[in-house]
């Protein structure tokens, strides 16, 4: 199967999977997980991204309120992180792998700069063969900037760490079409497959067939396979290879180089900067945004922020990083490119967005 010649496979475990309805680590499950890996350790990569933390530290605390306020759920994740780092080294230890923890923000994952540090620390963390165990920092995220769930975090972990292959392993078979039967393959996230979001969650899940999808559409942008499958079940990888029960959503063929699969992969944009028809065209020929094009901008970035570039008609063209900050855009829109350092007072780049730091949607 693919899985097998996959050289980097990230594994998304949801809260479910991990921690049972009473608030208690899955001991017998996770020790069938590591069975499973151990089959791939020495040819691949391994990387477990897991939820859990908040269930777990709600049973140590004997918290039963499904409803908490963001500040309460920080402080319970970080009694609870200790827990679930500390329940996956005591079974991986057995099995002599050793494992690191890391604690992801989004800054870490949205900002070029911090992206590539996160990217050095699992290669090196992969040079010591050691799995890395990866979470959102619940601890110091607000609601503003937040994953919100794990299967995004999963999914830009799976693109900045280069994989071949992610595994999201759920409380469900796969994506099921409407008379309920599972969908085998997907190869792109149209209306149709949208229109099979069902937004019911789970006893202590944050996220749902919706976040599940958002996550598939990074895996193709990015050449990185995708499959939903049970994590109810023992030996949860084996049995999705068996018995071929999964959704598989395949990726692009993609010759976009590591930075541009990363603009193309970010879970947000800080603005948006409306272009006429002219630009658009020449968006459209692999040109370069420049200021004449430029009709209206909206949100307020900084230069280098992660922006998307849209017609009159409100359709995204494209998402890039930009050379400006929006107030400056604001001065020199729908003005020619010489015109610009007089405008601003101070000599600068004459694109808007580089064709080097844009992606054509």
Known sequence: MLIDNSKKIVIKLG?????????????????????????????NDLVIVSSGAIALGQNYL??????????????????????????????????????GQILISPDDTEQRRRALNVRRTFDNLFKLKAIPIVNENDTTA????????????????????????????????????????????????DSNINALIDNKKNLYGSGGISTKLDAAKICINAGCNMFIANGKKDNPISNMIKNKIYTHFI????????RKKWIISSLSSSGKIYIDQGAARALNKGKSLLAAGIVKVEGDFEKGENILVVDENNNNLARGLSSFASSEINKIKGKQSKEIENILGYLSKSEIVHKDDMVKL
């Open 15 to 43: 809260s479910s999977t991990v921690v049972d309805n009473k608030g208690k680590f899955k001991k017998k499950w996770v020790t069938s997980l590591i069975k499973d890996l151990k089959k791939f350790r020495g040819k």
């Open 142 to 189: 607000t609601a503003e900037i937040k994953y919100g769930d794990n299967d995004r975090l999963a999914a830009r972990v799976a693109q900045i760490v280069g994989a071949d292959t992610l595994i999201i392993l759920s409380d469900v078979d796969g994506l099921y079409d409407k008379s309920k039967k599972i969908i085998k393959t997907v190869s792109s996230i």
């Open 251 to 258: 990726p692009k063929i993609s010759s976009l180089d590591a």
């Open 62 to 99: 004997k918290i039963k309120k499904k409803k908490i306020k963001l500040e309460m759920s920080q402080a319970i994740a970080a009694v609870g992180q200790i827990h679930l780092a500390g329940e996956f080294q005591k079974l991986f230890d057995k099995y002599k792998i050793k494992t």
